[in-house]
Nanobody, 126 residues
């Protein structure tokens, strides 16, 4: 049984930092591309950042480039999202997702991902 669990969300002031973590179990983490997505109230779920299984390829939404960094530790089955210079518009539920892509690469659309966590709330106050 595959489980994906996010942690690290919280309330932070604008300009602050948070580090999200996502641990996946029940799958061969090395075979999976991973992604961070977010969804604000009344808005569609959007991609934040993605990473290939070997970390050679990454993607960032324009809105977070230069502020967020995605990384993974395959030995720990864990994905990370370091978020700095946070803005109120970053407020959302953040989700971790996995899709099997052993050849490398990643997908950008939420519907292309197979496994999802329950999400962790990030709230940035102004």
């Amino acid at each position: 049984q595959v489980q994906v669990v996010e942690s690290g969300g919280g309330l932070v002031q604008a300009g602050g930092s948070l580090r999200l973590s996502c641990t996946a179990s029940g799958l061969n983490f090395d075979d999976y591309a991973m992604g961070w997505f977010r969804q604000a109230p009344g808005k569609e779920r959007e991609v934040v950042s993605c990473i290939s299984w070997h970390s050679r390829s990454t993607h960032y939404a324009d809105s977070v480039k230069g502020r967020f960094t995605i990384s993974r530790d395959n030995a720990k089955n864990t994905l990370y999202l370091q978020m700095t210079s946070l803005k109120p518009e970053d407020t959302a539920m953040y989700y971790c997702a996995a899709v099997k892509l052993p050849g490398g690469g990643y997908y950008l659309k939420p519907q292309d991902y197979t496994y999802w966590g329950q999400g962790t709330q990030v709230t940035v106050s102004s």
